[in-house]
């Protein structure tokens, strides 16, 4: 038996330390690890499911061949590189080797995550996307803003005097978060939850708000107008340290509450109640979450949101802050710059030409050359992308397609040849994080079973079948000895002088660890100052260079054929497609339903549980109905990461469309209708 310190590397705020035993090369038990303050608590449903999912008998442990009938054979290793490889021969030779796809997404976190490009580099190139489906718009809003992203420590929250969870639901989201709330509440914090639906982190709050969908931007708005009015605004702080508050000042004065109430459905006192407590308690941390910014106008809303921390002083001191995203840990990493992730062919060799949002539009809309061959790793774009019914269709355009995984997924099921993934145990890596401070080890704790192979030695096989260099493959991919590993690790490190033996010990503060982030007022902005005016703005994104308001999307008519808002969250139990398939899971996960409110469903003579049809111009679900009286009505919601499969993919009913900035998807901007199944 063997105890080893770990991490969970999932795209999810904790990122949470974890203790896990191996027995008889099983991994038999997972615990929390106090040594990260953030997640002392110790891990959710999902961390503990892994005891399941290392082992699951779903796991694909062989490369498996699609047949004519749509199933699967399983494969030798040496068959499924040879019918790889044998197609990207003659497809880069009829078009070049841009007519490779390589589709990589949020399925784990790791360094080594980059051998990935570094392939395809060798390969002599590829066609990769720009954006992402997660968080660009809040990234650049809080770029343009302050000039980066990065926040207070996780556990500075207890600091705070009011608590504002807009748009992030961490009760299910991230969990570890509310405690830290929760001390800060039993000292006398007020929390304000700002959200269309009762969310069981609303549960916990003073004081909710239950705005229309895709409408903070005229609440923030109608906020900094009432303190502005009202004499709360700071004005020493902003004095030294904002730029463009005359200018801010002039444009909210047209922002009296009754305009945003008539806009928000909140009513004009309570809109009042909310800017007073702004105004008056402090320090006042204001934690967005990445929900509220899948909308077409989100970017610019985010922004009217950091103007009201901006305005009242609430930055760079302890309690106070934008805890939005937290990239100190990001030392290796592309996010920190995002510039880089915009579209262009900045070498030749890589050409970032697809929109991740319209990714079923910009596939078959390729030329010059266009594509014929996918590589997807770490990702489930059929289901988790904007528009499955398009995407779905993109993929079957294609001539050839690989599809690495550990799972059968929705996409998997699409491919020619399915190749087996490692787990996070099977391969030490080196992880960051987007809420906490740390750099961890995810060391490796288990051989992987005998016909599974990490993305590493998948790329070396295929590397050799296609004649690259041997010493440039070596180059670019570390292993397949464990010590080769960790070499490359160690050197990756090296300019943060940290060690792998620092890691193994425990989680490390990444070197630029601020306790209270941007503490001595100066921001990496043009202006050395916060830019409530930002030049960028609108010379990067063509948006005004206030913060600002309109309504933008698709938006619900409610006289028409589709009245309903859709909303799409994320939930307790997975993350994203991953984990629903577990028995852990199942037990305690509901079957996929849709919430609306019981006036809305009664209208539609909906009894509740009853089966109903979902539906717009896209597509349609039909799935139960739940009355959720906490939701607001107008809204239905679905939670995100059901599988076609299961008959509940909810991007069929999306369409692909970007953020205001950053290239995100707004995912929640569209408008269904419920009838009787
Ligand atoms: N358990 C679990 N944890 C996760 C994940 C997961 O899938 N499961 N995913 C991880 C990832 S990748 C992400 S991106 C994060 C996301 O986690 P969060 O930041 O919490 O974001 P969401 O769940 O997308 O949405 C949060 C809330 O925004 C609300 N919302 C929707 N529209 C609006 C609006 O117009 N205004 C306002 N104010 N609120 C609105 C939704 O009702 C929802 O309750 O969670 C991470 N953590
Ligand atoms: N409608 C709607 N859609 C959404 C959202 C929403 O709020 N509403 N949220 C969006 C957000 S925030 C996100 S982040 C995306 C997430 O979308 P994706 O990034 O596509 O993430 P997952 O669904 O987690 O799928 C990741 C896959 O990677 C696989 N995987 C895990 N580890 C490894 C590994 O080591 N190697 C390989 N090869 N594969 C591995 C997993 O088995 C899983 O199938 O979904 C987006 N989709
Ligand atoms: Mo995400």
Redesign the pocket.
């Known amino acids: 038996m063997s105890v080893h310190l770990t991490a969970c590397p999932r795209?999810?705020?904790s990122t949470c330390s974890l203790r896990v035993t191996v027995e008889g090369g099983r991994l038999v038990r997972v615990e929390g690890a106090a040594e990260n303050r953030a997640t002392a608590e110790g891990p959710c449903l999902k961390g503990l499911s892994y005891v399941e999912r290392a082992h699951s008998p779903q796991r694909i442990v062989e490369p498996l061949r699609r047949q004519a009938d749509g199933s699967f054979r399983t494969i030798g290793w040496d068959e499924a590189i040879e019918s790889i490889a044998s197609q990207l021969e003659r497809l880069r030779a009829a078009h070049g080797p841009q007519t490779v796809l390589y589709y990589s997404a949020?399925g784990t976190k790791g360094l080594l995550n980059g051998c990935g490009l570094a392939f395809w580099r060798l390969f002599g190139g590829c066609t990769t996307t720009y954006g992402d489906l997660?968080?660009p718009a809040g990234l650049e809003a809080t770029r343009l803003t302050l000039g980066a992203n990065s926040h207070n420590a996780p556990w500075d929250l207890e600091n705070a005097r009011l608590i504002v969870l807009?748009?992030?639901?961490?009760a299910?989201?991230?969990v570890h978060q509310m405690p830290h709330v929760q001390r800060a509440q039993d000292r006398g914090a007020q929390l304000v939850v700002?959200?269309?639906?009762r969310?069981e982190t609303a549960e916990r709050a003073d004081l909710l708000l239950q705005?229309r969908?895709?409408t903070?931007g005229a609440l923030a708005l109608a906020v900094g107008h009432v303190l502005l009015r009202d004499g709360l605004v700071d004005r020493d702080f902003v004095e030294a340290h904002v730029k463009g508050f005359d200018e801010y000042a002039r444009a909210v004065a047209e922002w009296e509450p009754a305009r945003a109430a008539a806009i928000t459905e909140l009513r004009a006192e309570a809109i009042e109640a909310f800017a007073r407590q702004v105004g008056t308690v402090k320090p006042m941390t204001l934690v967005p979450?990445?929900?509220?910014q899948?909308?077409t106008n989100s970017g610019q809303a985010m922004r009217a949101m950091l103007a009201l921390c901006a305005i009242t002083g609430n930055l760079g001191k302890p309690g106070a802050g934008w805890m939005y995203a937290n990239l100190q840990t990001q030392v290796f990493s592309q996010v920190k710059d995002p510039i880089d992730c915009y579209p262009g062919t900045p070498d030749g060799v890589v050409r970032v030409s697809l929109s991740t949002a319209r990714l079923g539009r910009d596939m078959p809309a390729a030329a010059d050359p266009p594509l014929t061959f996918a590589w997807v790793e770490r990702g489930n774009p059929i289901p988790q992308n904007p528009e499955t019914s398009r995407v779905l269709e993109a993929f079957r355009r294609l001539e050839f397609r690989v599809v690495v995984e550990e799972f059968l997924t929705d996409t998997a099921r699409e491919a020619d040849v399915v190749l087996p993934a490692k787990n996070f145990f099977e391969q030490t890596d080196v992880i960051g994080a987007y809420w906490h401070p740390y750099l961890q080890l995810r060391p490796k704790v288990l051989e992987p079973p005998p016909g599974v192979q990490p993305e590493t030695e998948i790329y070396r096989a295929l590397g050799r079948r296609l004649g690259i260099d041997e010493a440039a493959l070596a180059a670019a991919l570390p292993g397949p000895s464990d010590s080769s590993i960790e070499a490359w690790l160690a050197a990756k490190l090296a300019p943060t002088g940290i060690t792998l033996d620092q890691l193994r010990a425990g989680p490390v503060l990444s070197p630029e660890f601020e306790e209270v982030a941007f503490a001595g007022l100066r921001f990496p902005t043009p202006s050395g100052k916060i830019e409530l005016w930002s030049d960028e703005a609108r010379a990067r994104w063509g948006v005004p260079e206030l913060p600002s308001w309109q309504e933008a999307g698709e938006r619900p008519d409610p006289a028409g054929r589709f009245p309903l808002h859709l909303?799409t969250?994320?939930?307790?139990n997975?993350?994203?497609s991953q984990f629903g398939h577990l028995e852990t899971i199942r037990r305690m996960a509901p079957a996929p339903f849709v919430a609306i409110h019981p006036t809305d469903a009664r209208a539609r003579g909906v009894a509740e549980g009853e089966r109903v049809r979902v539906f717009n111009e896209r597509g349609e679900l039909r799935l139960p109905a739940r009355f959720d009286r906490g939701l607001k009505r107008g809204c239905v919601?679905i939670t995100n990461?059901f599988w076609l499969t299961e008959g509940a993919a909810v991007n069929l009913l999306s369409e692909g469309r970007e953020t205001d900035m950053g290239h995100g998807a707004a995912f929640?901007d569209n408008a269904v209708q419920v009838e009787r199944a």
Request: with cysteine; aromatic share 12%.
């Open positions: 795209n999810c705020y949020s997660c968080w807009w748009g992030k639901n961490a299910e989201t991230n700002i959200d269309p639906r969310t705005l969908p895709g903070d979450g990445f929900g509220m899948r909308f909303l969250p994320n939930t307790k997975r993350i994203h919601a990461g929640h």
